[in-house]
């Protein structure tokens, strides 16, 4: 045995009887050694010794001193060294603090990397729980032109993964959605009964530090471009094969400053991977989908995905000041999810008040009343609408027909101002900055007298500036002005 190889003969263990922790007990590695002593019917027998009080395997500490043994000076000035060798690297205290993210450049930080850092905000003692939450230890990108950072309220991030757990989904293309991916990370870690997994393409490549590369693919959603290559793509590409009978869902919440057409042109690719997987039956199938989106883009989004439909439910954010669920009740969140599956399917929450209608087969918000006239249920925002019966449409609850301008139009607007032609055409109804003429792109791919309609009533609600919609929806101050007039 390994005992007659290691140093002075040893008793055998199942005779041994345990004298206990003795005061100047010699240490190893793991503390202070325990008294024993071979005994025989009972009975002590032969010299006591100490021995590793933590290993019961020679193996992983080979400690072993007589109790009267003399030991010499360098022998105990060896053991001394190896007991310091063999304590870990570093304390418990260095090893909490080792977890360091510099708040500045927003990196985990390697200790080599700490003078680097030295004069800039850093935490310390990163928890696990922390990795686990890298949206809550990120500050939020908050550029309104490119990355535009807006996280989703629990309750609402919590809604969409029930919804997509209900309709049956196991996998998750999150593009833009890392809060939601997040969610999905940590429920699977945690519970072993939830067997959802999520791929997130985003372009924040900070996350880059907390996923593992087939949970996240550094991804531009405005050209389709992986920036990790043929292997990121790939990954994305396998995700989409539905191995084992897993559906999977794309969930997206692009910017809303982003153009609408470069974003549908994306999503089309992905639908087009998702098509091309070995799966049958896609053929002549969409990839299912959430379009996370202000519900005035509707026409845009139906515009290149005919097949969608837009849902009544408010999508709810943490950081945007007005449209969460403050103390004053409820704000009207403008963002809605567009998908392609059956209205009737989404199930949107009674206790919030959506409930179901018979005849649109879908839930609506509990302000959304079914016109008769128009045999929909018309509204957009929540608030209940009219029905006008010069327009033959039904109008914002504030809207007023107005004889001069021939249509439904804010109570406070001034007729002269939208009957001042446009600067290029010289036409009534909009401003040089919308002049359906000059747009090339979009009068394209729109039927011309459609398209001239529909910037005329953009106008008339005040929101023709398309590329700065994000902030108009976002920042306060314009979103109050814009309240004050509605
Ligand atoms: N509500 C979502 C976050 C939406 S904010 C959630 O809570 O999960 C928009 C997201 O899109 C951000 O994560 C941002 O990093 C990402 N994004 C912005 N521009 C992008 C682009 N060009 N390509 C891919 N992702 C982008
Ligand atoms: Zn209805
Ligand atoms: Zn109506
Ligand atoms: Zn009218
Ligand atoms: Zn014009």
């Not at 190889?5 to 793991?30: F, I, Q, V, W």
């Not at 510099?102 to 080599?112: I, N, T, V």
């Not at 850092?117 to 990120?138: G, N, R």
């Not at 609506?364 to 016109?371: A, D, I, P, Q």
Request: aromatic share 10%; hydrophobic share 30%.
């Amino acid at each position: 045995m390994a005992a007659a190889a290691a140093g002075p003969e040893r008793p055998r263990p199942s005779a041994l009887a345990l004298l206990g922790p003795a005061p100047g007990a010699p240490c190893c590695p793991h503390g202070p050694a325990l008294l024993f002593v071979k005994t025989s019917q009972g009975k002590e027998e032969g010299r006591r010794f100490y021995a590793c009080s933590a290993c019961r395997d020679r193996k992983d500490c080979n400690f072993f001193q007589w109790e009267d043994e003399k030991v010499s000076e360098t022998r105990l000035a060896a053991r001394e060294e190896y007991n310091r060798n063999h304590q870990p690297a570093f304390t418990h205290r260095q090893n909490v603090d080792r977890r360091r993210f510099c708040q500045e450049c927003q990196q985990l930080l390697l200790p080599a990397e700490w003078e680097k850092h030295s004069d800039h905000q850093f935490l310390c003692d990163i928890t696990t729980a922390q990795l686990k939450s890298p949206s809550q230890l990120l500050y939020p990108l908050e550029n309104k032109k490119t990355n535009a950072q807006y996280l989703f309220a629990d309750r609402s991030c919590q809604f969409l993964l029930n919804l997509l757990t209900d309709l049956g989904f196991r996998r998750v293309l999150s593009v833009g959605t890392p809060r939601l991916h997040e969610m999905i990370q940590s429920k699977a870690s945690q519970e072993e009964e939830f067997n959802v997994r999520s791929l997130l393409l985003d372009i924040d490549f900070r996350y880059s530090q907390f996923y593992r590369e087939d949970e996240f693919c550094h991804y531009n959603m405005f050209n389709h471009h992986f920036f990790g290559g043929e292997a990121a793509l790939e990954t994305c590409r396998k995700f989409l094969c539905e191995e084992n009978g897993e559906r999977v869902i794309m969930v997206t919440d692009p910017p809303f400053g982003g153009l609408v057409e470069a974003l549908a042109s994306s999503f089309k690719k992905l639908m087009a991977m998702w098509r091309e997987t070995e799966n049958e039956g896609h053929d002549n199938k969409e990839m299912p989908m959430f379009w996370i989106f202000p519900y005035f883009f509707e026409s845009r989004i139906l515009d290149f995905f005919p097949s969608f439909s837009m849902m009544d439910y408010q999508v709810d954010y943490v950081n945007h000041a007005l449209y969460k669920h403050g103390k004053t009740g409820r704000r009207q969140s403008p963002v809605r999810i567009f998908t392609n599956l059956t209205p009737s399917m989404i199930v949107l929450p009674e206790e919030e008040g959506y409930r179901f209608c018979t005849v649109c087969q879908r839930y609506v918000s509990s302000g959304n009343h079914h016109c008769e006239i128009c045999n929909s249920c018309t509204s957009k925002d929540g608030r209940r609408w009219k029905h006008c019966v010069l327009c033959k449409k039904c109008v914002k609850p504030s809207w007023f027909h107005c004889n001069n301008c021939n249509c439904c139009t804010l109570q406070k607007h001034s007729c002269e101002k939208t009957n001042v032609g446009c600067f290029v055409c010289g036409k009534a109804g909009h401003k040089r900055s919308a002049c359906p003429s000059l747009s090339h792109a979009r009068a394209a791919c729109q039927p011309d007298k459609k398209k001239r309609q529909k910037t005329q009533e953009r106008v008339k609600m005040g929101i023709c500036k398309r590329l700065a919609l994000k902030h108009a929806i976002f920042s306060k101050r314009k979103v109050k002005n814009k309240k004050k007039k509605t």
